[in-house]
């Protein structure tokens, strides 16, 4: 039994890690675009779906598909911006509305895979070992994707702090006027954030496609887990969701250990709706009014 | 809108509808356009005043599977089921109406927070599949046609029950707009602070509109349950049944009577015009053009298809 929830206490560390890369994510576009993304697990989704076509239809090597997948990933998230979210900027709606339209994104992007791909699972087949350090089991793509994410995370956040483009994006996020004053083109740093953040869906669905088949409603329960992270870390703080991530990985590896996966899930969501009701500005948040 | 007669002359219309056109297909479209208009419209109820609940889906499971499976383990009647569903649904919405109210959860944290619920519901479902028979859902026991236990093989049944439903619905939409509770609640959702600074109970309106709503939406689950005669939790709970509640009265208009009911028929009428031209061949097609309408239509139309026309002739008088 200790051995079990030692494995499960490190697959969810090592599962924390592809978590905190999505919040990631979330949390840029939420701090730089204002924009609640309630489909970005959807597009981890699509992007999931490129890698399978690029290798198993089109017979490119695995790593180079990931390549090829990051342009594309970058472009939805551009032309996300173009067709949708600057149209909603523009008409000044109100955030449920915002809310609303993106969730109605779900339901195009999951139905066009479904349209595209079909319903049955797909996946990337790649030989990969088990690896074992005496009692305790990991698999190779997990420890991959662990290390990968951190690796990301790294140059994200070295991206964001040492270049002039970061600066002008962390301008934007703090105050836009502000930033206008500067000379900085807030309608371009948007732009920039969205294929940032389109990029990341694709750096995420290249570390996932060894370990997860896809098929059309895989992203839902990640769009999820990610706003149960960010809204735990308190929305835009890029620590708060590094933390929450891992919290949320062992808690629901450790859950789903003990129970059912369904168990692990809904403890995700109980800890998420607790926060929401006794802590709206999460674990590392600046308090703001509701 | 609407005067009198020309009320009068559309319900005689569809009164008569099943014996003009006695099709069992447009009578079962006609069926599940009044069921889940009878839903949304209990939607709106909330959504009118500000309330946009993401997570309606949790009242329908719990009506729903409360109903049928003390229908299928214990054999009791549907009707006394409705009553109980409808109240498990009252008491889940207390405890958590009362908690986001107490916490002053409003707006796209209120949305979320019942997005989370809604899902919070079909996993428990899920979970405990020994009973409810997890996702593969299960199916009611058949009696044949029984008033006693609200099952009947003549569609035509169904078709005036959920008519009458629905009506209910609409009268009770009624009821609360003449009541003292309507000004109340449009004062709450227009401005909370100012609202409590003239006296006016929050949470007390609130939790009063929440339960209503709670209970018509498990009420019209065990309807639709009844009428169909199988249970699956991703049509009756969870975040995409949840979602396509708010997107049918949204579409329609969530702020006028008819709204709601608009919206339910347009959207079954275009799934069902898109699967029968199209068939097997591109499932989810019709689901694509039907959440890109809507995307366009939440941006460039918020007040809703119906909402709108009603502005526009306002405004031409």
Not at chain 2, 109 to 124: C, D, E, I, N, R
Request: with cysteine.
């Amino acid at each position: 039994m200790v051995e079990l929830l030692l494995n499960a206490v490190i697959n969810g560390i090592l599962l924390g890690g592809v978590l905190a890369l999505l919040a990631f994510g979330l949390n840029l576009i939420f701090g730089v675009v204002k924009i609640i993304h309630l489909a970005y697990g959807q597009c981890v989704m699509l992007g999931m779906y490129l890698i399978y076509t690029f290798v198993d239809l089109l017979g490119i090597p695995l790593i180079p598909a990931c390549l090829l997948t990051l342009p594309l990933t970058g472009a939805l998230g551009v032309a996300l911006q173009w067709l949708v979210i600057n149209p909603l900027l523009r008409a000044k709606a109100n955030p449920l509305t915002q809310l609303l339209a993106l969730a109605g994104l779900i339901i195009v992007f999951e139905n066009l895979a479904q349209v595209i791909w079909g319903a049955d699972l797909r996946g990337v087949k790649v030989p990969l070992p088990l690896i074992n350090f005496g009692p305790i089991f990991l698999r190779a793509s997990n420890l991959i994707a662990f290390f990968g994410a951190l690796l990301t995370l790294l140059s994200l956040y070295l991206f964001l702090h040492k270049t002039y483009l970061g600066l002008a994006i962390r301008s934007t996020a703090q105050n836009v006027d502000s930033a206008r004053l500067m000379g900085i083109n807030p309608g371009l740093i948007y732009y920039t954030t969205m294929a940032a953040g389109g990029i990341l869906t694709g750096i995420i669905a290249a570390f996932f496609s060894p370990i997860y088949a896809v098929h059309p409603h895989f992203g839902g329960s990640f769009t999820m887990m990610a706003f149960i992270i960010v809204v735990l870390g308190g929305m835009g703080s890029m620590l708060g969701g590094f933390i929450g991530a891992f919290i949320i990985g062992i808690v629901t590896s450790v859950t789903a250990v003990l129970t059912s996966t369904e168990m692990g899930e809904i403890v995700a969501l109980v800890i998420f709706i607790s926060v929401i009701l006794v802590r709206p500005q999460g674990l590392l948040g600046i308090k703001i009014s509701r | 809108m609407f005067s009198k007669l020309s009320l009068i002359i559309l319900f005689a219309i569809i009164a008569l509808f099943p014996h003009l056109f006695p099709s069992p297909y447009l009578i079962h479209i006609a069926t599940l356009i009044f069921i889940w208009s009878f839903i949304t419209t209990a939607w709106s109820y909330m959504g009118r005043f500000g309330l946009v609940s993401l997570g309606h889906g949790a009242f329908l499971g719990l009506g729903a599977y409360t109903s049928s499976l003390l229908f299928n383990h214990y054999g009791l009647t549907p009707w006394i089921g409705l009553l109980l569903g409808g109240l498990m649904a009252v008491l889940f919405a207390i405890i958590i109406g009362y908690a986001c109210f107490r916490f002053g959860v409003i707006g796209d944290y209120f949305a979320l927070l019942t997005l989370a619920l809604g899902q919070v519901v079909a996993l428990t479902i899920i979970a405990f599949r020994d009973i409810t028979g997890g996702s593969l859902g299960f199916t009611l026991k058949s009696k044949g046609t029984s008033l006693l236990y609200l099952q009947s093989e003549e569609k035509i049944h169904f078709y005036y029950l959920s008519l009458g439903f629905l009506i209910l619905a609409m009268l009770v939409w009624k009821w609360i707009d003449r009541s003292k509770m309507q000004k109340a609640l449009r004062a709450i959702g227009e401005d909370e602070i100012a609202a409590s600074t003239l006296g006016i109970g929050i949470i007390r309106y609130k939790m009063i509109i929440t339960m209503i709503s709670a209970f018509m939406t498990a009420v019209g689950a065990v309807l639709y349950a009844q009428y169909v005669t199988y249970l699956n939790p991703f049509t009756l709970s969870g975040v995409v049944a949840s979602l396509e509640i708010a997107f049918k009265a949204i579409l329609g208009g969530m702020f006028s009577l008819w709204g709601p009911t608009v919206g339910t028929a347009l959207i079954i009428a275009l799934e069902e015009y898109i699967r029968v031209s199209y068939g097997g061949k591109f499932v989810g097609f019709s689901q694509i053009i039907y959440g890109a309408a809507l995307v366009l239509l939440i941006i460039f139309l918020p007040k809703g298809i119906y909402g709108t026309l009603q502005q526009f002739f306002q405004r031409k008088k």
